[in-house]
């Protein structure tokens, strides 16, 4: 099988950030994101390789995001939420419905309505008075996208997950930006399409034009020796920063707490926030329970990753050469849950149809994924021939090229 450009044995072709040796000038570059970990987290390694590069960088989102952009030393602009009142009843009606049905209601009337709605007023002052050269936003912040068109500002797409996803974000989108934009759909669209996922991942799918970067990792630090002189191997358990909030989502952790009970295996469960006022209690001395370590630790160390198949997650596990059990809960994680089982780097548990209606997942077969996986080398070593995949793209800082060229083009 031949190489492509970057090295890889995808068979696929990869395409390269165009190159630039120097700044004409410094530029300004406005980042926009709606306020979950799994939208922030893909557009923050990049705000900082164009601030490394010489740029004048600012991040617009959710008054939520301020102590992120605070933690990661970027300039931050407030807009606004919806009120409770408006997104409560939409989120109320999630648990009784298929996986696709959630997924119209919350795309369409959340992230494509009430957000946009709220956030209008403070994207349009920004941009107006700020003057961005180039606007950089994920599939989920509509405003932004809505504001760039208004003023006539070139802007590029970061990928959250998978291009299947992101395509089916914006069909389901397609009415309610339709209504703030004519045309906007196709001409978002057309923008460049940044991503962290390899072209495995995504299959034979491609935004137009994508450009595919190696994501950042962290150096690990060695774990806690929770389980002294235990060197059975280590299930990694987490279902992201949101499940644990979520009522109809938080059984999963007793779900999987019953599933690792008595496990040939040390596990680590991971809670995020949540469950500060109930703590959870661990089945045995073989499992433990932290709120929070940084997945590069973890991973270096893991034999399997049990997930909810968030996209930040599934991604890091799979740069780590890691195989994941994935339990879908909501949004993309079905379709992250079947593109790895497809691909054979793991299992999935649970209905794999999109528009099957969502279901309780029995610790039984949560169990028996996880010792499957565990047992079979297969799933293994598929993780590692993608992390190779991973490690061939080209770096983050190469993206600075094709976000100034955007806007160069435009001038």
């Known amino acids: 099988m031949r190489s492509d450009a970057n090295g890889s044995s995808s068979g696929r072709s990869v395409r390269r950030s165009p190159r630039s040796t120097a700044i004409p000038s410094p530029m300004r570059i406005l980042f926009a994101s709606t306020g979950g970990a799994g939208h922030i987290t893909p557009m923050l390694p990049l705000a900082q390789v164009c601030r490394r590069a010489g740029h004048d960088v600012l991040l617009v989102g959710p008054p939520g995001l301020e102590g992120t ?14 009120d409770e009142a408006e997104t409560g009843p939409v989120w109320a009606r999630v648990p009784d419905l298929s996986y696709a049905e959630a997924e119209r209601l919350v795309i369409g009337q959340v992230f494509a309505t009430l957000n946009v709605r709220a956030m209008l007023p403070a ?15 994920e599939p989920a912040e509509v405003a932004s996208a809505v504001v760039a068109d208004e003023e006539g500002i070139p802007h590029v797409q970061v990928g959250i997950g998978l291009i299947s996803s992101q395509r089916q974000i914006m069909e389901v989108a397609a009415d309610a930006v339709e209504a703030w934009r004519p045309a906007l759909s196709a001409r978002i669209a057309a923008t460049p399409y940044l991503t962290f996922f390899p072209p495995s991942l995504d299959g034979d799918r491609e935004a137009s034009p994508t450009f595919r970067f190696r994501v950042p990792q962290a150096a690990p630090a060695p774990l806690p020796d929770y389980w002294y002189g235990d060197d059975r191997p280590l299930v990694y358990v987490t279902f992201g920063s949101v499940a644990a909030g979520v009522p109809w989502a938080a059984p999963i952790y007793e779900v999987a707490l019953e599933a690792v009970a008595d496990l040939p295996a040390r596990v680590l469960l991971t809670t995020g926030h949540g469950f500060e006022d109930g703590p959870l209690v661990p089945p045995g001395p073989n499992v433990r329970i932290a709120p929070w370590i940084p997945q590069a630790d973890v991973l270096a160390s893991a034999s399997v990753v049990v997930c909810h198949g968030g996209s930040g997650t599934t991604l890091g596990a799979l740069a780590a050469g890691v195989p994941l059990v994935i339990a879908p809960l909501f949004a993309d994680q079905p379709e992250n849950a079947r593109r790895v089982a497809d691909l054979g780097a793991g299992v999935a548990v649970g209905p794999r149809a999109h528009d099957a209606p969502t279901s309780a997942i029995e610790p039984a077969d949560l169990r028996r994924a996880i010792t499957d996986v565990l047992a079979d080398p297969d799933p293994a070593e598929v993780a590692r021939r993608v992390a190779r995949e991973i490690d061939a793209l080209p770096p983050t800082d190469e993206a600075v090229a094709v976000i100034t060229s955007s806007a160069r083009g435009a001038r």
């Open 69 to 82: 952009a605070e933690r990661e030393g970027l300039a931050f602009a407030a807009g606004a939420l919806p």
């Open 123 to 137: 994207m349009r002052d920004t941009v107006r008075g700020w003057r961005p050269d180039v606007i950089v936003r």
